[in-house]
């Protein structure tokens, strides 16, 4: 990562953009979302700049920007599209300490200004570090049809409500409150629906919300499959991306591990072994006994015998300490006979012997090595027919 992505508060905040034609106009009109100070200079002024400039929504300057006039400057824009005033402002900046964009040049630029979905207060900012500006706005259209336009609305009436919700819950149980009520209204349009009627569907939520169930830690061994966050169930995805504490270890792809909250605890099993003289379950109950109520821990796994065989064993442990044991089973690889590898059939086994793991089975001695039985048995595995699996539907779902 180049470019660091941050939000920067510009209420009251005095920006200027050297240059009042064509190319400063889409800034300019991007910068007036903000409450910022916005002060353009620049000879012959596109009639956009003239008429914003006599509605008060900016000051323009009918000549070149000078050093005195980035006294309190925050940022400054080169959209002169001129490579000797482009440098001029460049050393301006410079001199002053402030950072720099000089429009549609990005070797020149300090700073880049993303493409953005607007749902004031709710933002999101998409950026390619000026490599695929296309792809960004393809990118932005996506998320435009995922975020409703109402989604600002609700956000900023749910502000009045956090009180409410911060009295009656504990902060474990603020947090699953809002991401049932937030899951919910991403499936609906609030638009039209008055501020009362929104507040009172939020009480009664409220009234209604287990806050019993919300306090039970859970602990979920999660199966990643074949490490490729595209294939990754549903289930198994959504309890990623809301996680408390998630372990892990070297099989486990970055990608994948880049879903989790980035204030999760993620604990490195391989490192920890390495350098305690614990077990990876002794490991693993050590930081469950310290989790506080409600949260959400993950193990993540992938797809091998050692992990179907520890699946007994590690719900004892956990339950042990009063947290509820969940496996969340993934989509298996299926390898044919062509493939010059061992055929994979544990999902099958697993789905045929559910309800004996929890006793400690040995996944193993359930169904023992016999490649002419395990191909007898599981002829669907191993010759294209594989049911459910052809239709994206991940086996397994929970």
């Given at each position: 990562m180049?470019?660091?992505?941050?939000?920067?508060?510009?209420?009251?905040?005095?920006?200027?953009?050297s240059g009042a034609g064509t190319t400063a106009v889409p800034k300019?009109?991007?910068?007036?979302?903000?409450?910022?100070?916005?002060?353009?200079?620049?000879?012959?002024?596109?009639p956009e700049i003239i008429n914003w400039h006599s509605q008060g929504k900016l000051i323009h300057f009918d000549r070149e920007v000078a050093s005195e006039d980035l006294k309190n400057c925050v940022l400054l824009y080169g959209a002169d599209n001129n490579p000797e005033k482009d440098q001029k402002v460049?050393?301006?900046?410079?001199?002053?300490?402030?950072?720099?964009?000089?429009?549609?040049?990005?070797?020149?630029?300090?700073?880049?200004?993303?493409?953005?979905?607007?749902?004031?207060?709710?933002?999101?900012?998409?950026?390619?570090?000026?490599?695929?500006?296309?792809?960004?706005?393809k990118i932005k259209a996506r998320v435009e049809d995922l975020l409703p336009v109402s989604l600002?609305?609700?956000?900023?009436?749910?502000?009045?409500?956090?009180?409410?919700?911060?009295?009656?819950?504990?902060?474990?149980?603020?947090?699953?409150?809002?991401?049932?009520?937030?899951?919910?209204?991403?499936?609906?349009?609030?638009?039209?629906?008055p501020?009362?009627?929104?507040?009172?569907?939020?009480?009664?939520?409220?009234?209604?919300?287990?806050?019993?169930?919300?306090?039970?830690?859970?602990?979920?061994?999660?199966?990643?499959?074949?490490?490729?966050?595209?294939?990754?169930?549903?289930?198994?995805?959504?309890?990623?991306e809301n996680a408390d504490?998630?372990?892990?270890?070297?099989?486990?792809?970055?990608?994948?591990?880049?879903?989790?909250?980035?204030?999760?605890?993620?604990?490195?099993?391989?490192?920890?072994?390495?350098?305690?003289?614990?077990?990876?379950?002794?490991?693993i109950k050590t930081i469950c006994q310290k989790a506080s109520q409600g949260e959400t821990i993950l193990q993540l796994g992938t797809n091998t015998l050692q992990m179907w065989e520890t699946l007994g064993p590690e719900s004892s442990n956990i339950e042990e300490l009063g947290i509820k044991f969940e496996f969340v089973p993934g989509v298996s690889p299926i390898r044919t006979?062509?493939?010059?590898?061992?055929?994979?059939?544990?999902?099958?086994?697993?789905?045929?012997?559910?309800?004996?793991?929890?006793?400690?089975v040995n996944l193993s001695s359930v169904y023992p090595k016999q490649p002419e039985e395990s191909e007898e048995k599981f002829p669907h595995l191993l010759h294209g027919n594989r049911s459910s699996l052809d239709t994206g539907v991940p086996m397994g779902e929970g």
């Open positions: 180049k470019y660091f992505p941050l939000f920067l508060d510009l209420v009251g905040k005095k920006v200027v953009i300019i009109r991007l910068l007036m979302k903000t409450r910022a100070r916005i002060l353009v200079f620049g000879m012959m002024p596109e460049l050393a301006l900046g410079e001199t002053h300490g402030v950072l720099v964009n000089i429009v549609d040049n990005l070797q020149l630029s300090q700073f880049i200004t993303p493409a953005i979905v607007d749902r004031d207060p709710v933002t999101v900012a998409i950026g390619t570090e000026g490599t695929a500006p296309v792809l960004a706005r600002g609305k609700f956000a900023k009436i749910s502000t009045t409500f956090r009180g409410r919700v911060a009295s009656k819950l504990s902060a474990v149980q603020i947090r699953s409150f809002w991401a049932s009520i937030f899951e919910g209204m991403l499936q609906k349009n609030v638009q039209a629906m501020e009362e009627k929104i507040l009172e569907n939020l009480a009664t939520s409220l009234e209604n919300f287990d806050a019993d169930k919300a306090g039970q830690s859970v602990f979920y061994l999660v199966e990643s499959g074949v490490n490729n966050p595209d294939l990754l169930t549903v289930k198994a995805r959504r309890l990623i504490i998630v372990f892990y270890d070297h099989k486990i792809s970055k990608h994948i591990l880049e879903l989790a909250r980035r204030e999760a605890q993620f604990i490195d099993l391989d490192q920890r072994t390495s350098s305690v003289t614990q077990s990876r379950q002794q490991i006979q062509g493939s010059g590898e061992k055929p994979t059939d544990l999902l099958s086994v697993f789905l045929d012997n559910r309800t004996r793991w929890k006793d400690g």
